[in-house]
């Protein structure tokens, strides 16, 4: 088995035909991946990538091929997967003003080319969710494309069908998360081609590291929505003497713990599964 | 079905475009890598090859980072 890359919070490896995805334990804040790790973490978030891709493998067919076919070392945190011949689109899906959406709104009153009314704030719930596209570019950086580039880029057929599948998934994931209480405010998504051509859902699928989780009852346009799963580490690291650049502290074990539990949580409370403490 | 990375065809013309005594696009803006992706995009598809990055390089891409992160940097840096 082959290490193709060691990301700041998840691994790949090649296997032959396939590739494994192994999330770790790692956290980052503030861009920067702190040194110590949340024990279970890779296994949450890959245990709800994989049920997130069983429950909506109507809408499209994703990557997975077993999450049981795997080494030892790596069960519950790993993913055997299909090569898919990637797309160089990131679909992105909003249904909450944040992050770069709410700079280019606050820039343009616009995001992706998609115009938006005025008046909204910093978590305001947007009329509809919209399809912000960026387009994977080896020079320079991910930047906003318009649905126009993306036809441009894939066909406007695929291009349609990117759109498609992504505001379903969005719409499907955010409402079944906010009967359970939590916000899904965006969503990241990457699709790639099967060797028959066919559009697979590659990557993740709606984790805290692809998407934004708020509680839905702390949430309040106007101001910085708190995180449902790293806040604690984020409020801790926030009242530290540290410039927010590597390398970052170590976390106390209390925070580690606090902030653990708040990953199962979030994956009891989304999944209505109890997370078996032995895993 | 035949893929080809976009982003490859723009460095193998950029290269091109060297040998026969031009300066391609000394200084890169977004503005620019966003059209010569579309463009070299534009230029499989015309040609009946399916835009598409490499399988290692865009799992590879996909797992770099978590995505949140990426977003909330691209935010304050203000590249909008």
Redesign the interface.
């Known amino acids: 088995m082959k290490l193709?890359?060691s990301?700041?919070?998840?691994?790949?490896y090649?296997d032959g035909a396939d590739?494994i995805?192994v999330a770790s334990d790692r956290v980052?804040v503030y861009?920067v991946v702190l040194p110590t790790p949340i024990p279970d973490k890779g296994k949450i978030l890959t245990q709800l990538s994989l049920w997130w891709f069983g429950l909506l493998s109507d809408v499209c067919p994703n990557h997975v091929i077993s999450a049981d076919d795997v080494p030892p070392e790596w069960s519950g945190r790993a993913i055997r997967?299909q090569?898919?011949?990637?797309?160089?689109v990131?679909c992105?899906a909003r249904g909450y003003l944040?992050?770069?959406?709410?700079?280019?709104y606050r820039?343009?009153g616009s995001v992706s080319g998609v115009p938006l009314p005025g008046g909204l704030a910093e978590g305001s719930q947007l009329p509809a969710p919209i399809f912000t596209p960026t387009?994977?570019?080896?020079?320079?950086?991910?930047?906003?494309?318009t649905f126009a580039?993306v036809a441009?880029?894939?066909?406007a057929e695929v291009g349609g069908q990117l759109r498609e599948i992504t505001l379903e998934i969005y719409r499907r994931g955010a409402a079944l998360a906010a009967r359970r209480g939590i916000i899904i405010a965006?969503t990241?998504l990457?699709f790639?081609?099967g060797?028959?051509?066919t559009l697979v859902l590659?990557?993740e699928l709606l984790t805290?590291?692809?998407?934004?989780f708020w509680p839905a009852d702390g949430w309040q346009p106007g101001r910085t929505q708190y995180a449902l799963d790293k806040q604690f580490v984020r409020d801790w690291s926030s009242g530290l003497d540290w410039d927010r650049t590597p390398p970052g502290p170590p976390i106390p074990d209390q925070i580690v713990e606090a902030t653990r539990a708040r990953y199962v949580t979030v994956y009891e409370q989304l999944t209505g599964l109890s997370w078996p403490e032995e895993a | 079905?035949q893929?080809y990375?976009?982003?490859r065809l723009?460095?193998e013309v950029r290269e091109l475009l060297r040998e026969r005594g031009l300066d391609p696009a000394g200084s890169?803006?977004?503005e620019?890598?966003?059209l010569?992706?579309?463009g070299a995009?534009?230029l499989l598809?015309g040609l009946g090859v399916?835009?598409?990055?490499?399988?290692?390089?865009?799992?590879?891409?996909?797992?770099?980072?978590?995505?949140?992160?990426?977003?909330?940097?691209?935010?304050a840096s203000?590249?909008?």
């Open positions: 193709l890359h990301g700041k919070v998840r691994d790949v090649a590739v995805l980052s861009d997967c090569r898919l011949e990637m797309l160089q990131e992105i944040a992050g770069l959406g709410l700079a280019e820039s343009h387009t994977k570019a080896t020079v320079g950086h991910d930047e906003f494309i580039d441009a880029d894939v066909g965006d990241k990457e790639g081609r060797a028959d051509g590659g990557d805290s590291d692809s998407s934004r | 079905m893929c990375d976009p982003n723009i460095d890169w803006t977004p620019r890598a966003t010569a992706t579309g995009a534009m598809r399916t835009p598409a990055m490499d399988p290692v390089e865009g799992v590879v891409r996909a797992a770099a980072e978590p995505w949140t992160d990426a977003d909330d940097r691209r935010a203000g590249r909008v």
